[in-house]
Each structure stands twice: as structure tokens, then as C-alpha cells.
């Protein structure tokens, strides 16, 4: 429980960096923790440490451009994550890009032992929208090698905001550090695809002991 709550302070002591980061135009990048649990500690923002801590995040003084700002917040939304009861979990996911309706579709992604189980398409799936060519056929279910775990979610932003992206805006569950929404968009000819998604209700599974 300790860890956690610090892990939370040094959370938002990197939103307060990145606020604070250098003005180079790109990229853009917006971290967005969503509202935390009061936590016990206390965060001096001048230095960047959190009361109890030996150092700070951030060396007092230091230059820290937006993307090593955003690769720092990732990295403790990742430790918060690490400190999840169980690595047997489902939560619900959708793409928001593609092609098709169906790529965009809302599915349910089972983890079981931090592998991926099943993705099934959801109740409210919505996976024809009229605009796909005739003779379209929708799979009866979803591409598994479309979808990830949530350690794979990290490794993608990862990736992608290390590509040089034109705009980034990151948010992440304020209990289990999972990212809920992500938009990263790269400037027109890039050879790297957006990544756009919303992940939600991620609940822990009965399943085989972690």
C-alpha cells in the first residue's frame, strides 16, 4: 500500500513536469492521470521528491523535454500497474482506428496469467456501419493478433511516442495505472499509423494462481 501511494505522488509530480517541460512545438503531449486516492505523502513540487524519498525524480533544475516527460510518466503508470492483485484480468477495449467498423468494434480481452486468453466481441459491438464494400465478410470473431494485455497497451505507446509523433494525449486508470485512453497521431507521409484507443472496466478473473 506504501508503494502504491508513492508510486501516485510521483505521478503527479510528472504531470506538474510536463507542464513545466521546454516549449519545443512538437511534439505536443498531454499526460493525464485521472483523479487519484488521497495518498499520505506529500510532494515537494519545487524539487520534484516526495516526502520520505532519498531523490527526486527530476534533478533539481533539470531540462526535461515533453517526451522524456511522457516516457517517465509511463514508466510509474507501468510500477502502478506492477502492484495489480492478480495477473488474471478482462476489461473491455476498442480501437479507434481502422478501416472497417468491425476493427473499431468494442471487445472484451481476457488475461490469463498475463497472456492473452480470448477477445470477444461485445454486447454493444457495433460492427457493419454500411460502409464496407460489397461482399465484406465480418469475422465471427475478433483478430486475437489485433488486441494485446495491458503490459502489451504499454509497449505500443511506447513505441509510438519513441517514433516521433506530430500530437500525443495519454490517460491512465487512477487505481491500477492501466492506460483508459490513448490518441497518438504522426505528421502526414509518416511511415507509423496512428494509435488511438480506449480501454475500460478492467476487472480481476477467477483463473489459474498468478
Known sequence: MKRTASLAALIGVLAIALAACSSDPEPT?????????????????????????????????????????????????????????????????????GEFAYERANVEVRVIKDELEIVNWADNAVKTDGTEPAGLEVPAEPNMDSYYTIDGLFRVIREAIESEPARVSLGFDSIFGFPTSVVIEFPPGSEHKDVSFFAAQLVPIAGPPS
Request: glycine fraction near 8%.
Open 29 to 97: 503531449g498531454t499526460l493525464v492521470p485521472t483523479p487519484r486516492p488521497t495518498v499520505a505523502s506529500s510532494v515537494d513540487t519545487t524539487s520534484g521528491a516526495t516526502s520520505g524519498e532519498t531523490s527526486p525524480i527530476l534533478p533539481e533544475g533539470a531540462e526535461v523535454d515533453r517526451k522524456t516527460a511522457m516516457l517517465l510518466g509511463i514508466d510509474l503508470h507501468r510500477q502502478l500497474w506492477a502492484t495489480r492483485p492478480s495477473s488474471n484480468y478482462k476489461f473491455g477495449f476498442q480501437w479507434n482506428v
